[in-house]
């Protein structure tokens, strides 16, 4: 069963007096329990489709459906709430905040629900845990290496335990060591926990660690592989 | 209260620069309520009166004496229960730097006519039998050590020479506007040292009703209109008010300052404010992407406006109440009473919660107004 529907979605950008077309009339189902690898060259339209599938970004045509809602077609107050409970985004630098510990930046996401303190803090607990972090529930991501900070920002994408993760290059910015760490991460949560991941990446190791691999050139899907 | 930590974590991100933005705030609602103190203490001064009581002045002008001789023809107005007078002596205390009121009264029938100037049965007598004598507000005799039966010496400037006072007695005023920093000494004795002058700097009349008060002043004013010394008789509130007016434009100067402080503090704030918010662009992208919405944005960052105007103003505020209370300020004896009034307080917190408003709303509808995708893009 399709987790991810986008019919016939355009995408466009207006660069001064220039239109960039990203997408037109793309097509795509992903099936729930899927780790989907995302790759193409500079310019093809991953991150705009992370974006669109994030509820971040809107098509200018199309429809945008994740969990059978249409994300395209919410306003940005429903997408908010809509995002807080679905999504889980990792970004390629990390992005934690610097004044708060990792404890604090894995609760973000849990602060626009309604559980308890308490309840927080179990899942906060369970989060760091599951990414090989419960030591380190109070150091500053100054104080943490690389790895261990994108393992912090994979814990807050999972805490609010959301139906989809989305991943944008999340080995970057990483050693290959800690590189193998997150995918093995990865791995782990979609095997495991039967998350729905999609990561856009460059890199063919990484992608090989997924079970399926999209090919994007010009905003065309033009190839669609099934990792052996 | 869980977005607490986020708020507090952001404004420790800069401690120096929110610690600073604080302070500015801080002192600010100080000035503020200090100024606005020094207005509504002359305002209060203005108001004070008995409503018995009416004030004679020289015509040309308070500095210009009376003769002492009208002390008599004013107890013959009809209406005119009482008389007594004073005369401003303008003394000096020890180095001859140290300043507050004094002057030269007669003693039995003013202190018959201020009930408000309270002390003991014994100290009172002792004042009262004892021309050399001087009695003293309670303040004096704390600020200087003084106690009683103890010899003050006053550097007369007006009056030049050495004044020697015997401390006789304390009286503490039951309203604040006479102030308990006065030294009041016998008129017979300035009237002596001065060569049997026979002048008073102005006479206080008591009368019989407060709805009399107009027609008495003006039979008093018609009959010395054609002496060499005519006089202008108004109530008490009057003469006090003449004095407020004096220091009108003063208030109003006052009044502009602590606005313009306020306002520069504003700008001082709203920049702090709007530099700590750019700096997070890509946080306040990052906080989007998770999920929080605009509206919870626009009020995390007016909570953190909030939180440097409240406790500026709970700094700035707070100490101006405590300390013109706790060092008994009175403005060197020209603002008794002085003390930072509940709505000054409540002022001064509505000008925090404008501060607060002012400087956090751009900053916050910037936030809340962030487009994510291209913030991201920077970020990334």
Do not use: C
């Not at chain 1, 059978?68 to 306003?75: I, K, T, Y």
């Not at chain 2, 800069?14 to 002192?27: F, M, P």
């Not at chain 2, 006065?182 to 008129?187: A, D, G, S, W, Y």
Request: no cysteine; aromatic share 8%.
């Amino acid at each position: 069963m399709a987790l991810v529907e986008i019919r016939d979605v355009h995408k466009s950008f207006q660069r001064d007096a220039q239109r960039i077309e990203v997408f037109t009339g793309l097509t795509l189902d992903i099936e729930a329990g899927s780790f989907t690898a995302l790759m193409g060259p500079s310019g093809s339209g991953k991150s705009t489709l992370l974006n669109l599938l994030a509820g971040l970004d809107k098509p200018t045509s199309g429809v945008v459906r994740v969990g059978g809602a249409e994300v395209s077609a919410m306003r940005p107050a429903q997408l908010a709430a809509w995002r807080a409970r679905h999504v889980g985004f990792v970004f390629q630098s990390f992005n934690l905040l610097p004044v708060l510990t990792a404890y604090q930046n894995v609760e973000l996401p849990l602060l626009l629900t309604n559980l308890s303190k308490k309840e927080r803090d179990e899942r906060v607990r369970i989060a760091l845990g599951v990414v090989g972090l419960d030591d380190r529930l109070d150091h500053y991501p100054r104080q943490l290496s690389g790895g261990q900070e994108q393992r912090v920002a994979i814990a807050r994408a999972i805490v609010a335990d959301p139906t989809l993760i989305l991943l944008d290059e999340p080995t970057g910015q990483l050693d290959a060591k800690s590189s193998q760490e997150v995918l093995t991460l990865l791995q782990r949560l979609n095997a495991e926990f039967n998350k729905t991941i999609v990561v856009v990446t460059h890199d063919a190791h990484a992608a090989q660690r997924a079970k399926s691999v999209l090919h994007l050139e010009k905003g065309d899907l033009i190839e669609k592989a099934a990792v052996s | 209260m869980k977005f607490l930590p986020l708020v507090l974590a952001n404004l420790g991100r800069h401690k120096r620069r929110t610690l600073l933005t604080i302070a500015s705030v801080a002192l600010a609602l100080f000035l503020f309520a200090s100024l606005r103190t020094v207005v509504t203490t002359l305002a209060a001064t203005a108001q004070f009166g008995g409503a018995r009581r009416l004030v004679a002045t020289n015509a040309t002008g308070i500095v210009f004496p009376l003769p002492l001789a009208y002390a008599n023809r004013l107890k013959a107005v009809p209406g005119v229960e009482a008389v007594s007078w004073a005369n401003w002596f303008g003394g000096r205390y020890g180095d001859g730097k140290r300043f507050f009121a004094n002057f030269a009264v007669d003693a039995e029938s003013y202190l018959a006519m201020y009930p408000e100037i309270v002390m003991p049965p014994d100290q009172r007598e002792a004042f009262l039998h004892d021309k050399s004598s001087a009695l003293i507000g309670k303040r004096l005799l704390t600020q200087f050590g003084w106690h009683l039966g103890q010899n003050v010496t006053l550097q007369g400037t007006i009056f030049p020479g050495d004044w020697t006072f015997t401390v006789r007695a304390v009286y503490t005023p039951t309203d604040p506007v006479i102030g308990d920093d006065v030294l009041i000494f016998h008129h017979a004795l300035f009237d002596e040292r001065i060569g049997r002058a026979g002048i008073a700097g102005w006479y206080i009349v008591q009368i019989d009703h407060p709805d009399h008060a107009a027609g008495i002043a003006k039979a008093i004013d018609d009959m010395f209109r054609n002496s060499s010394a005519p006089t202008k008789t108004g109530t008490e509130r009057e003469f006090q008010a003449s004095f407020a007016t004096m220091w009108g434009n003063v208030s109003l100067l006052m009044g502009t300052i602590g606005l313009a402080v306020v306002f520069a503090i504003l700008l001082v704030t709203a920049n702090a404010m709007m530099m700590s918010a750019r700096e997070r662009t890509g946080e306040v992208a990052v906080l989007k992407t998770i999920g929080f919405s605009d509206r919870t944005l626009f009020t995390l960052v007016m909570l953190e406006a909030g939180v440097v105007a409240l406790t500026g103003a709970a700094i700035g505020l707070g100490s101006a109440k405590l300390l013109y209370r706790a060092t008994n300020f009175n403005g060197l004896g020209f603002l008794p009473g002085f003390d930072v009034a509940p709505a000054t307080l409540l002022l001064g917190a509505g000008v925090a919660l404008a501060l607060m408003i002012a400087s956090g709303v751009v900053p916050a509808v910037r936030a809340a107004r962030l487009p994510v995708v291209q913030a991201l893009r920077h970020v990334e």
